[in-house]
């Protein structure tokens, strides 16, 4: 069975910095994995996947994402963060020995730029 | 393109009733699945369908029945609503690749 860890419940960073949020994850196959975005009182919004290819990924609003077999971490980057993206951001995985291709999430992690 | 719809937005039912949480989508996706958000614990899910007629139990399945008549619509029936239940439900669709999310509905159970 797939699982997900996000390890930190928030992330404090101040405007301008860089934003990482991490996540490690366990699979018995191949992993297909997926970054997502939640604002107060919405669904849940797609930022950028990774099935098979480049380790880097690059999605929407300018974060990207690298994928490492070696330590089972799909880390989301930003260089520089900005105050609008505050939110809740989820990884989630997808095992590809999983028939049925189950979506597994992680806890989330709560971000928080400051001015 | 209305994506994933899920109705109603808000619900509040007492200890007991039951209930049918509604959601379509309009972009031929197979795959179709409720989860329930509770804080600090993620998106759970409740059961999945792979296509019409196809169903199956996730994660927390205990009080919930679901149906997939249509490729469309894949309601979600609560029958016993109980406290436990209070959270927020979303639906989701998706073919081969990255899940599309309805907005959600906050169910509230006194």
């Known amino acids: 069975a797939q699982s997900v860890a996000q390890p930190e419940d928030q992330v404090n960073v101040a405007e301008g910095n860089p934003l990482t949020v991490k996540c490690t994850y366990s699979?018995?196959?191949?992993?297909?994995l997926f970054w997502y975005v939640q604002y107060p009182n919405r669904g849940l919004q797609f930022l950028l996947k990774y099935i098979t290819g480049d380790n880097l990924v690059k999605g929407s609003y300018g974060f990207e994402a690298e994928f490492n077999k070696s330590q089972t971490s799909f880390h989301l980057k930003k260089p520089s963060a900005l105050v609008s993206d505050s939110a809740l951001y989820f990884c989630a995985v997808r095992d590809s020995t999983d028939s049925w291709g189950k979506l597994q999430f992680g806890a989330g992690t709560q971000v928080v730029v400051t001015p | 393109n209305a994506g994933v719809t899920q109705t109603p937005k808000f619900q509040v039912l007492k200890t007991g009733q039951s209930m049918t949480l509604q959601c379509a989508q309009d972009m031929n996706h197979e795959y179709m699945s409720w989860y329930r958000q509770d804080p600090g614990m993620g998106l759970r899910l409740i059961h999945y369908s792979v296509g019409a007629g196809i169903t199956d139990q996730g994660e927390v399945p205990n009080g919930y029945n679901v149906s997939r008549s249509t490729t469309e619509d894949f309601p979600l029936r609560l029958l016993s609503a109980a406290p436990s239940q209070t959270s927020v439900y979303f639906c989701?669709?998706?073919?081969?690749?990255?899940?599309?999310f309805g907005q959600g509905t906050r169910l509230t159970v006194v």
């Open positions: 989701a669709s998706r073919r081969d690749g990255e899940a599309f």
């Open positions: 699979v018995s196959g191949n992993p297909y």
